[in-house]
């Protein structure tokens, strides 16, 4: 099992910048790729960006490439999420999730724990 809790979000203008952080607890922090997803609503729920378990190396949405980046730290059993220029088609609640699978993993049901979500407001 493992534990994810995200933090950080909040209500910010448009063009400001938030950082979300996600601590996760249990089993190896190391043996899972980690992602970002997001769901505003009425939709459903989209990938943001992961990062390899392996390699370290990231993929990012079409819409967010060169806005956000995500990153991870072993040491604290953290992943975040640094989001730049944000845009009031932003504003959706966040989610951090862990998979067992290998590389670049952008499938919501590839995922196998979820946090509990942050919401995220821009404001226009």
């Known amino acids: 099992q493992v534990q994810l809790v995200e933090s950080g979000g909040g209500l910010v203008q448009a063009g400001g910048s938030l950082r979300l952080s996600c601590a996760a607890s249990?089993?190896?922090?190391?043996?899972?790729?980690m992602g970002w997803f997001r769901q505003a609503p009425g939709k459903e729920r989209e990938f943001v960006a992961t990062?390899?378990?392996?390699?370290?190396?990231?993929y990012y949405s079409d819409s967010v490439k060169g806005r956000f980046t995500i990153s991870r730290d072993g040491a604290k059993n953290t992943v975040t999420l640094q989001m730049n220029s944000l845009k009031a088609e932003d504003t959706a609640v966040y989610y951090c999730?862990?998979?067992?699978?290998?590389?670049?993993?952008?499938?919501?049901?590839?995922?196998?724990?979820w946090g509990q979500g942050t919401q995220v407001t821009v404001s226009s």
């Open positions: 249990g089993r190896s922090f190391s043996r899972y790729t």
């Open positions: 999730a862990a998979s067992s699978a290998y590389g670049h993993v952008v499938a919501a049901g590839s995922y196998n724990y």
């Open positions: 990062i390899d378990r392996i390699d370290g190396t990231t």
